[in-house]
Every structure is written in structure tokens, then in C-alpha cells.
């Protein structure tokens, strides 16, 4: 069965410290990872997306790694700010000829604080 | 680029009536839409797909008499909760794909 692990659940941190959120999963066939950011109230909006070849991508203040060998990804913040106080889904996709489907993690809800 | 709306962003309702929920794809065509229901605290769940011109395919354990989908145009999906009960209240998201789905605001259900 697919599966995508988060962690940890929820987390608080000062304005201006660095975090990193982890996600294990035990999707098959592999196709890609990708971080959404959704606050609250609203949809998902993409971070980042990474497939099996890459190892690391960024966008701006967010940094995600992956590791296809281990199956793990991390998602990197840094220099939190307030408005990035919401939840961060790691949500992988598995491919089948033309069909994607994709598995959802639980998400980490993060919460910046002064 | 790759803009999805819904519509309405909430909507509070009366246990036994039926709601609509309009999802549009604004800058590009989509042949496939999917929906999604969140409840508090949780991840999103697939609810179905539906995809332009055909019958949408339901995931295990939802009920396509209650959850009515349309898929008329490329452009524009149609979710209906029919006889609604307050158990169905929650938040409900669909995205359309271009080469990866992009999701939509969401629409907030309150069935009192």
C-alpha cells in the first residue's frame, strides 16, 4: 500500500529560525515528490517538485532534498516568517502507463511565532 | 499561468438540500479534474476523477449518487452534494492537470 509519513506533526518556531520537515513514503512506482504549502482555509500551492534524478531544489527560502535510495524528503526553511505559519504536505506520485495517481501525506503544521 | 478557481469559497446550507460546487481551470484546458474532501486536521482525500466528456471514477467508499460530477467542457467541473447532512461538512478541493494538478482555493461546506 502507498504511503507518505510526515514529520514531525506540528511544530512552533521563532521568527527568523531555520526548520526542517521530513517526509518518509513507500510509493510505487516512484514518479516525483513534491511539497505544497496550504494555509489555512485554502488550497494546496506548490513549492517545490523533484523527480527521481534530483537530489535537491529550491525555491527562494524553501529547500527540499530528496533521496530516492532511502525514500526520504526534507523540506528546508530558512529565516522562517510569519506568513509561513501553515500546513506542509509532501505528496508523491505514482505513475502506471498514463495514469498518475497520488498519495498524500498527513502534513506538518507549522506555526511561526514572534 | 495555471490558475483554478472554485466557487463558491463557502456556502452554508439546510440538511437535505443540495449544493453545487463549480471548479474552473482559467488559463489552460484541462481533460482531467480531480476532487477532494479535507476534514479538520486532515490530509486530503480523492474523492473522484473526473475527466472531460465521460463518467467520472469514484474511489472506494464514495457515493456517486450523492456526489454528482460533471465534467462538461475542458475548462469547467461540476460538483454536486445532493441531500446533504451535516456529516458532510467539510472542505472540498479540486485541481485540474497540466502536466501536474494545480489545486484550486477550496470550498467550505457548513450543512447545518
Known amino acids: 500500500k502507498n504511503q507518505v509519513e510526515q514529520s514531525p506533526q506540528s511544530l512552533i518556531i521563532l521568527e527568523g529560525k531555520n526548520c526542517t520537515l521530513q517526509c518518509n513514503y513507500t510509493v510505487s512506482p516512484f514518479s516525483n515528490l513534491r511539497w505544497y504549502k496550504q494555509d489555512t482555509g485554502r488550497g494546496p500551492v506548490s513549492l517545490t517538485i523533484m523527480t527521481f534524478s534530483e537530489n535537491t531544489k529550491s525555491n527562494g527560502r524553501y529547500t527540499a532534498t530528496l533521496d530516492a535510495d532511502t525514500k526520504q524528503s526534507s523540506l528546508h526553511i530558512t529565516a522562517s516568517q510569519l506568513s509561513d505559519s501553515a500546513s506542509y504536505i509532501c505528496?508523491?506520485?505514482?505513475?502506471?502507463?498514463?495514469?498518475?495517481?497520488?498519495?498524500f501525506g498527513t502534513g506538518t503544521r507549522l506555526q511561526v511565532t514572534l | 499561468g495555471a490558475v483554478v478557481s472554485q466557487h463558491p469559497s463557502w456556502v452554508i446550507c439546510k440538511s437535505g438540500t443540495s449544493v453545487k460546487i463549480e471548479c474552473r481551470s482559467l488559463d489552460f484546458q484541462a481533460t482531467t479534474m480531480f476532487w477532494y474532501r479535507q476534514f479538520p486536521k486532515q490530509s486530503l482525500m480523492l474523492m473522484a476523477t473526473s475527466n472531460e466528456g465521460s463518467k467520472a471514477t469514484y474511489e472506494q467508499g464514495v457515493e456517486k449518487d450523492k456526489f454528482l460530477i460533471n465534467h462538461a467542457s475542458l475548462t469547467l467541473s461540476t460538483l454536486t452534494v445532493t441531500s446533504a447532512h451535516p456529516e458532510d461538512s467539510s472542505f472540498y478541493i479540486c485541481?485540474?492537470?497540466?502536466?501536474?494538478?494545480?489545486f484550486g482555493p477550496g470550498t467550505r461546506l457548513t450543512v447545518l
Open positions: 505528496v508523491v506520485s505514482a505513475t502506471t502507463g498514463t495514469a498518475s495517481k497520488l498519495t
Open positions: 485541481s485540474a492537470t497540466r502536466r501536474e494538478q494545480f
